[in-house]
């Protein structure tokens, strides 16, 4: 008796169940980019369509309170209606990646938008990458050539690092970025253009890139007239290809332009659904969002590539003490601060050496050049205290030994931390340079006045 009762329970499990009715709610609510619907069973993160009977627009559920359910539009919101309904779609859908990607130029959907043609890539993924152990991951232990000697040699890049670009507006920032996608020795590139303005995007892609540096690249693209959902999309996008690359043992350089537009994003978002304001404006969960985001770079598990990442950060009014460059100096891995008042004298890169530091430099450089980068920084830095003084005469030679000594250096070594952006430093020629810089200059020869034609008395 009892095997035929568990066989009967055993039959009844075998048979196919009924699908779940999709539920359709109402769209209740429309304030700012904020779209309230009554009546859903959905979760944070899946997508919904909102159709009023003539228009269609993707939206994103993002939070829900007393049976509301808050959305933000992946699309325009262009006439909408009270009572549209709202229809759930599916979670998020996995997002195209693979080797098809290279040389292409996608957004936060990754539908291309360089109009050659759709992308055939037979590998999927979600944008929530896989968590990795920090005691799995590779540490850091060799040195990247970026292709820029003051970086070279002053600020080593390991590989597998995360580092800031910390820069106002016309300092030189996307030359910089542009300088090394091409020059940085990686297998592969991927830029994220991240909420700039709309003709940085072909401008990037065709005068800094270009088509060589295309070929091995990715480039994801969200200007400022994207919805921000679409811009957090486009970069956890980024990392996701990243992330797929580095799988397969890959080294990756990762560019992301901006990570304050990042930022910026799920600050409309969190404040539109009601979220407190907390730092100069913005919200708890904007400083939860970029660790999230910076900490999927870095070097992968044993046998897998590493993704080197360059974020930039932009200090409105060179303030170095904004909350975002803040909380994204306390997370990376290293900080590059480009200077206005540098930029200004036309020199470039505009890197200020005194403000920038790589955490991973100890790891990959040997002792010799750590000590010579130390005293470069030293000697740098004793002629900025006194270049009042200098310059207006003040200074009386001998009073200072070491003050004397970046008197006489300071024009090879200002020579050797300006490059163009049209040349490449490689990594040893880099640190040939900087040893030629570090040598004190020869004495001027004492001049026989008879051999020069003087008077004779």
């Not at 993924?125 to 002053?154: Q, W």
């Not at 005068?207 to 486009?234: F, H, K, Q, T, Y």
């Not at 990042?262 to 304001?277: C, K, N, V």
């Not at 070491?402 to 070594?413: G, N, R």
Request: aromatic share 6%.
């Amino acid at each position: 008796m009892m095997s035929e009762v568990s066989d009967f329970f055993l039959k009844q499990s075998e048979l196919p169940t009924a699908p779940k009715p999709i539920v359709e709610g109402r769209l209740t609510r429309m304030v700012g980019l904020t779209l309230e619907a009554l009546g859903l069973q959905v979760t944070v993160g899946d997508r919904c369509l909102i159709d009023d009977g003539t228009n269609k627009i993707e939206a994103q559920v993002v939070g829900f309170d007393s049976g509301k359910t808050y959305l933000m539009p992946l699309q325009p919101m262009i006439g909408l209606k009270s009572g549209a309904k709202v229809i759930p779609i599916n979670q998020d859908e996995p997002l195209a990646i693979g080797d098809e990607l290279l040389g292409r130029v996608v957004n936060g959907f990754g539908d291309p938008i360089d109009g050659k043609g759709p992308l055939t890539c037979r590998t999927h993924s979600s944008l929530d990458g896989e968590y990795i152990n920090p005691l799995h991951r590779e540490p850091i232990r060799e040195p990247l050539d970026v292709g820029i000697k003051a970086i070279n040699a002053m600020l080593t890049v390991g590989r597998g690092q995360r580092l800031g670009l910390f820069a106002g507006s016309g300092v030189g920032k996307s030359v910089l970025l542009g300088m090394m996608t091409k020059y940085t020795e990686a297998d592969i590139t991927i830029v994220g253009l991240i909420g700039e303005r709309g003709r940085e995007v072909k401008e990037f892609i065709e005068d800094i890139l270009g088509e060589e540096g295309l070929a091995r690249s990715v480039v994801v693209a969200s200007p400022a007239d994207d919805a921000p959902l679409l811009r957090l999309r486009a970069s956890q996008y980024c990392t996701t290809i990243a992330e797929h690359f580095r799988e397969q043992g890959k080294n990756v350089l990762l560019l992301v332009d901006s990570l304050t537009r990042y930022a910026m994003a799920q600050r409309e978002i969190a404040l539109a659904i009601g979220e407190p304001p907390a730092t100069k404006g913005y919200p708890p969960s904007v400083f939860a969002k970029i660790p999230q985001l910076v900490e999927r770079a870095g070097n992968g598990k044993k046998g897998e590539g590493s993704i080197t990442a360059f974020y930039t950060v932009l200090t409105e009014g060179d303030d170095q003490q904004d909350p975002v460059a803040d909380a994204a100096r306390a997370i990376l891995d290293g900080h590059i601060v480009l200077n206005r008042a540098i930029a200004e004298q036309g020199h470039y890169p505009a890197i200020d050496i005194e403000q920038s530091i790589s955490r991973a430099m100890p790891q990959v450089v040997d002792e010799v050049h750590l000590q010579t980068a130390q005293q470069f920084k030293q000697i740098l830095s004793k002629f900025k205290q006194n270049e009042d003084l200098i310059t207006i005469g003040a200074y009386q030679k001998g009073s200072d030994p070491l003050l004397d000594q970046a008197i006489l250096m300071m024009p090879q070594m200002t020579s050797f931390l300006q490059q163009s952006h049209q040349k490449k430093e490689p990594f040893k020629e880099s640190l040939q340079q900087f040893v030629q810089a570090m040598q004190p200059p020869a004495p001027p020869a004492k001049v026989n006045p008879r051999a020069a034609g003087g008077v004779k008395r």
